[in-house]
């Protein structure tokens, strides 16, 4: 009997779990943590309780660069900046008291975010989740087949969990803080995932996406930076039948376009 897909994510992703804890467990026993941020139901009502006219206020100081809904009318891509429009608030959350802890370090943006209080941090994050993801900003067709696998499949051999099984299925992100990456420009992209991948970027707990980055090669970065800048709002992706029996999303032999504007 085939399994579905989603059990296989679930059971590749299970075991890097357990990998990803053992490697940290060796590698790091004394380590700091990389990130102070805990899901405790306090950090949680900040959230639920946000006041989402204030977050509006403070965002406009963030307008100059994110642009006025995050997503900007002009390009922001020369300069490395994420979006923040439609980002999960829980995953903003997490990045910017990351910033004011100095966990994930970036001299500018500490600056910017650290009189913020935390009831502010979660009021911007939470009126930047109520936008629209950005739309696609690379063509489809430039999508390849082995980035479609390594978001849908992953790669076992080297012990990589599909992107899909924690971002989503369309890179709209998920809980808790796992950010959307629909959307996301590619020169941040490939800026942050090199991060990661040289230890620059380490507030990702438990090393799992500096885990993921070390093993992927500069092409993949690449191609999988292209996948999800062809996704956001006004696409439809390739895995939205996923649940169904014997999907199968990667045909080797005959590569499919993986999303279509549906205008
Ligand atoms: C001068 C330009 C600039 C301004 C103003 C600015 N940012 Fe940023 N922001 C950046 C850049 C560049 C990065 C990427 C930095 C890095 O690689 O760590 C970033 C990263 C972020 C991230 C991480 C997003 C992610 O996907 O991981 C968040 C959250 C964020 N900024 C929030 C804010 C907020 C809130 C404000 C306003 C209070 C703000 N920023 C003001 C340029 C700016
Ligand atoms: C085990 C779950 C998991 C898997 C699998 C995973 N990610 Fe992540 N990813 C995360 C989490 C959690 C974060 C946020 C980490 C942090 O706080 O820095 C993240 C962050 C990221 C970021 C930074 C987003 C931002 O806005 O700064 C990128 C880019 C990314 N992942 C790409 C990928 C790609 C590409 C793959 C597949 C090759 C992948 N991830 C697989 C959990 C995962």
Same mark, same amino acid.
């Given at each position: 009997m085939q399994k579905t897909l989603n059990n296989q994510l679930k059971t590749i992703i299970a075991l890097f779990g357990?990998?990803?804890l053992v490697v940290v467990g060796?590698?790091?026993?004394?380590?700091?943590?990389?990130?102070?941020?805990?899901?405790?139901?306090?950090?949680?009502?900040?959230?639920?309780?946000?006041?989402i006219a204030n977050g509006e206020k403070i965002a406009n100081k963030c307008?100059?660069?994110?642009?006025?809904?995050?997503?900007?009318?002009?390009?922001?891509?020369?300069? !490395?900046? +994420?979006? %923040? *429009? @439609? =980002?999960?608030?829980?995953?903003?959350?997490?990045?910017?008291?990351? /910033?004011? &802890?100095?966990?994930?370090d970036d001299k500018m943006m500490l600056k910017?975010?650290?009189?913020?209080?935390k009831q502010d941090v979660a009021d911007v994050s939470a009126f930047y989740a109520t936008q629209a993801l950005p739309m696609p900003s690379v063509d489809a067709a430039k999508v390849t087949p082995e980035a479609i696998r390594l978001v849908t499949r992953g790669d076992g051999d080297r012990f990589l969990?599909?992107?899909?099984?924690?971002?989503?299925?369309?890179?709209?992100?998920?809980?808790? !803080?796992? +950010?959307? %990456? *629909? @959307? =996301?420009?590619t020169s941040y992209f490939i800026t942050t995932m090199t991060? /990661?991948? &040289?230890?620059?970027?380490?507030?990702d707990i438990y090393s799992r996406m500096r885990f993921i980055a070390s093993i992927l090669t500069e092409k993949e970065i690449e191609e999988?930076?292209?996948?999800?800048?062809?996704?956001?709002?006004?696409?439809?992706?390739?895995?939205?039948?996923?649940?169904?029996?014997?999907?199968s999303?990667?045909?080797?032999?005959?590569?499919?376009?993986?999303?279509?504007?549906?205008?």
């Open positions: 357990v990998l990803a060796i590698s790091s026993a004394n380590a700091e943590p990389s990130s102070n941020v805990a899901w405790t139901s306090e950090t949680r009502n900040l959230l639920k309780n946000a006041d307008g100059s660069c994110h642009g006025e809904d995050g997503t900007d009318a002009t390009p922001i891509e020369e300069e !490395d900046t +994420p979006f %923040l *429009a @439609g =980002q999960i608030a829980h995953a903003t959350y997490k990045q910017i008291i990351d /910033y004011q &802890d100095k966990k994930r910017k975010v650290k009189s913020l209080s969990p599909p992107c899909a099984g924690c971002h989503g299925l369309n890179g709209e992100g998920s809980i808790v !803080d796992v +950010p959307a %990456l *629909a @959307g =996301q420009n991060a /990661y991948k &040289d230890e620059d970027r380490e507030n999988l930076a292209d996948y999800y800048a062809s996704t956001g709002t006004g696409t439809e992706l390739l895995m939205v039948e996923s649940d169904e029996e014997e999907v999303p990667v045909e080797p032999e005959e590569p499919k376009a993986p999303a279509e504007p549906s205008s």
